[in-house]
């Protein structure tokens, strides 16, 4: 069986996945990865085999989408990207939320799954925002078309949702507490973080910021650049993490037992309902840091974490059941 494996690269959590996902793959079939967009930063060991500067979902410094930009990189050379993809040679194809993909298969007429969290939102009972997005919710709902949809998210909301894929790294670790907080949230500055964080002396924290090339420090505060094996290793070792309302870390964080503290990015519609999602299963989710943060940051340090996490399906699992799932092309 040929397998084509679509990867949109808007960050590193799509090739993150499929990474995880390719060893338990190769036991189906052959598979050709097609890595498509501008933004992801992780080097990968996955054989690509097609690539693409694409569609991208490009953000604004503010944090919403930067729908000027996405639309900009609608060009006459994407439609000709999507007829080259040479689609017929594959017997499955797998869409991980990538657009050029999705129009191949239309102008070709061929049938694939779309498989990952956002596949996941085409079911309505899973978790949205209630913020008036409209963009937000067509971006969801009609970026990728496909003929099947399996989705990942935090509760299987749906007949066809399953769990997260968590790393390796993180189902294998010896799970510690050494006291510290790791922080992740891109939206803010460190001159906008440092004054809150600074606040707490009694606490350390280990905030990833792309503002520093090398770990650097002041007084209670220590600044990563983005790494992932130290993120990781933060995220083994804290006693609790506040992050923005992505997926995986969330998701990881939640696996380890790890007391979570989310703030969304503003604007951003998958972010809030991922912050919807997360309020459902007992996180703390906040819109924003402002003047009432420090006595929210004490409440939640102090409290017991009572967050149920669990995973119902392995990886080996999860790909099994995609295989189950996948409508096959007859060449």
């Excluded at 869409?95 to 996941?120: P, V, Y």
């Excluded at 420090?217 to 083994?236: C, E, G, H, R, V």
């Excluded at 604007?267 to 912050?275: D, I, K, S, T």
Aim: charged content about 20%.
């Amino acid at each position: 069986m040929k397998i084509f494996y679509a990867i949109q690269g808007t960050g590193n959590g799509h090739l993150s996945r499929a990474e995880q996902l390719y060893p338990y793959l190769k036991k189906h079939g052959a598979i050709d990865f097609f890595l498509s967009g501008s933004n992801a930063q992780l080097n990968t060991t996955l054989p690509i085999k097609y690539r693409s500067n694409g569609v991208s979902l490009h953000y604004k410094n503010t944090g919403g989408m930067d729908y000027g930009k996405i639309t900009k990189s609608l060009g006459f050379s994407i439609y000709k990207e999507a007829k080259a993809l040479p689609l017929e040679k594959y017997d499955v194809i797998i869409n991980d939320f990538e657009f050029i993909t999705s129009l191949a298969c239309s102008f070709k007429k061929k049938k694939s799954i779309q498989f990952g969290h956002q596949a996941s939102f085409q079911s309505k009972l899973t978790p949205r925002s209630t913020s008036f997005n409209p963009i937000g919710n067509l971006v969801l709902d009609k970026f990728v078309k496909s003929t099947n949809y399996l989705g990942l998210h935090f509760e299987s909301y749906d007949k066809n949702i399953y769990n997260p894929i968590i790393k390796d790294e993180i189902v294998q670790a010896d799970v510690m507490d050494d006291g510290h907080i790791t922080v992740y949230l891109p939206q803010y500055s460190v001159a906008i973080l440092s004054p809150y964080l600074l606040a707490h002396p009694l606490f350390h924290f280990e905030v990833f910021t792309k503002e520093v090339s090398h770990i650097t420090n002041n007084k209670n505060i220590s600044f990563y650049p983005i790494d992932n094996k130290a993120f990781t290793s933060s995220l083994i070792r804290c006693h609790g993490i506040i992050t923005a309302g992505g997926f995986e870390t969330p998701a990881e964080a939640m696996y380890l037992k790890k007391k979570v503290l989310s703030i969304p990015i503003l604007n951003h519609f998958e972010q809030e309902c991922n912050g919807a999602a997360l309020k459902k299963l007992g996180v703390k989710v906040i819109k924003k840091i402002d003047s009432n943060f420090n006595q929210i940051f004490n409440e939640w340090v102090a409290l017991e974490n009572k967050v149920q996490f669990k995973l119902t399906h392995s990886t080996e699992a999860i790909v099994d059941i995609l295989m189950q799932n996948i409508p096959t092309n007859h060449n």
